[in-house]
């Protein structure tokens, strides 16, 4: 069986009755078994983080592009047709 270790974490806020927080605050987290999988798989386990993360960037800005898009579309109808 396959077994996983989290190397990071986004995570957003959606509620905060606290005031510490604006709800949709985005957090990031590095946890220690980053720095591990850095040291253990050398360049190539870097290269592999930092692929992830162009791929998170490009889902993003394409994903986040289409919702934004629709949205605006959205926003231009008439009232009648919403």
Request: hydrophobic letters at 25%; proline letters at 1%; aromatic letters at 12%.
């Amino acid at each position: 069986m396959s077994s996983r270790k989290t190397l990071l974490e986004i995570s957003y806020h959606d509620d905060d009755d606290t005031g510490m927080y604006r709800v949709g605050e985005i957090d990031f987290g590095v946890y220690g078994t980053f720095d591990e999988y850095i040291k253990h798989y050398g360049r190539n386990g870097l290269n592999e983080i930092l692929l992830s993360l162009c791929h998170l960037i490009w889902h993003t800005k394409e994903y986040g592009g289409r919702i934004i898009k629709e949205q605006q579309l959205y926003d231009e109808k008439p009232k009648e047709q919403k």
